[in-house]
């Protein structure tokens, strides 16, 4: 007998910190496939979270777990600079194949919040400057550079201050709950203007790096602005010859319709920083912009261990290459327009189902209290969520106050279980009071 200590029987969740044990629902899965997890019970359930966004292509993919699988045999990891691996070098082919602008350089990572981190550590350094313009309601990650450009909720940075300094936070375009009491359309696009205050009156232009932000936003509730704010901003970071981050670290790889949300809004960022889907769940992540650019980045201004991990990478090469075969992008927006137009038909007779709104098959549904006033209405929603699982479709809050659905099934979903899905969630919002 080996004298390996054997560990009590005590559930996960004691032994998880409670930064994250208490979230929901702990489903106990035991294989994974497509839209579907399978717990230990044997219980099915429909992923209409994606994994958080990482499986646009999936659960395991046949094409991705075998292309992992082979790679697993014949080697594990680098690190990346002291080996090279075949993935990797067929990963940075692929990539800029499918990016705005020419993105042919790339600072390879393993979470979102690390390649945050690497934008935030590229425009300062190629820049020479400091300052950094975030915008309300973003989420960026939990890493202390992400989290303090991270305004999507409060507890996010609570008892973590003080934070990064030089961020100047901007409102965001949330056009429902519009920051200058405006309606869409008619409002001249006063949060353009407040950006443009900023840097008339707060911080010299000269002084800031980057602008950065979701060009929908996804913690913060699924807030598509409109496209002109995203141009606006273009043109503002133009003109004082800052640079545009997009963090499209959950809008990325099919999600909105387009391989990015940056093509949808027909704007080309000089900074991107992806992860999630790029490789179906492998933990892998990516800075990425033209080499005119991140040419600069000096060598050892930044490195990484697990960074580019060649399992991972090609994992990410499989994933594009499903991406590209089974048309992801291009079915997120037809079936996108599907269950928009039946979550529109709901809001019509649902008097709290406010807001829906999204691009592809990133679909924000947003609750409120009856009135006039749009308060938020968390607690319906965790009501229809709660419902939603009981019946076996599993659905992830998002907003300041956690009373938005994120509706966002794998772009590989059939049209069997998005129909299932939107059935459930219609019930959902119809039965519950
Ligand atoms: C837009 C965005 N940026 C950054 C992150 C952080 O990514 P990670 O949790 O992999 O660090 C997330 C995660 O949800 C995200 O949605």
Redesign the pocket.
């Known amino acids: 007998m080996s004298g390996a200590p054997v560990l009590p029987a005590v559930p996960l969740q004691q032994r998880l910190a409670p930064s994250l044990a208490r979230d929901w629902p702990r489903l106990p899965v035991a294989e994974a496939r497509g839209t579907e997890l399978i717990t230990t019970d044997g219980r099915r359930y429909l992923d209409f979270c994606s994994g958080?966004?990482t499986v646009n292509a999936g659960h395991n993919h046949p094409r991705v777990t075998a292309a992992a699988r082979q790679q697993l045999e014949r080697f594990i990891h680098g690190p990346l600079g002291v080996v090279f691996s075949e993935p990797l070098a067929k990963l940075a082919e692929e990539l800029p194949r499918v990016m705005p602008g020419e993105k042919d350089m790339f600072f390879f990572s393993c979470?979102?919040?690390?390649a945050?981190e690497g934008a935030i550590k590229l425009a300062r350094h190629v820049t020479g400057r400091p300052g950094l313009i975030a915008f309300t309601g973003g989420?960026?990650?939990?890493t202390l550079g992400?989290v303090s450009i991270t305004t999507s909720k409060p507890k996010y940075r609570a008892r973590y201050e003080p934070l990064l300094g030089g961020v100047y936070f901007a409102p965001f375009a949330y056009c429902y709950r519009c920051p200058f009491g405006k309606e869409r359309l008619s409002c001249g696009l006063d949060c353009l203007e407040a950006v443009r205050r900023i840097l008339g009156r707060v911080v010299h232009p000269s002084e800031v790096a980057a602008m950065i932000l979701?060009p929908i936003q996804?913690?913060g509730g699924y807030v598509v602005p409109p496209r002109e704010f995203i141009t606006g901003l273009r043109e503002i970071c133009d003109h004082h010859d800052i640079l545009l981050v997009f963090?499209e670290?959950?809008t990325g790889f099919g999600r909105t319709g387009d391989w990015f949300a940056s093509q949808l809004f027909g704007v080309v960022p000089d900074v991107l920083a992806v992860?999630?889907a790029i490789a179906s769940g492998f933990p892998l992540?990516a800075v990425c912009a033209h080499r005119d650019l991140m040419g600069k980045w000096t060598p050892g201004a930044h490195g990484t261990t697990f960074g580019g991990n060649p399992v991972a990478a090609a994992a990410a090469v499989a994933t594009l290459e499903v991406m590209h075969r089974e048309g992801l992008p291009a079915r997120a927006r037809r079936l996108g327009q599907q269950a928009l137009a039946r979550f529109r038909d709901l809001a019509g007779r649902a008097e709290r189902l406010g807001d829906v709104r999204g691009e592809g098959l990133m679909i924000g549904l947003e609750f409120v209290q009856p009135g006039p006033d749009r308060r938020s209405d968390p607690d319906f929603c965790r009501r229809v969520r709660e419902r939603c699982l009981e019946r076996g479709v599993l659905l992830y809050p998002c907003g300041f106050d956690d009373h938005v659905i994120r509706f966002i099934p794998p772009l590989t979903v059939s049209e069997e279980h998005l129909e299932e899905g939107i059935a459930v969630l219609e019930e959902a919002v119809d039965g519950c009071r």
Do not use: L, N, P
Request: hydrophobic letters at 35%.
């Open positions: 958080m966004a979470s979102g919040s690390e945050v989420f960026h990650g939990r992400a979701e996804g913690e963090d670290i959950q992860a999630k992540s």
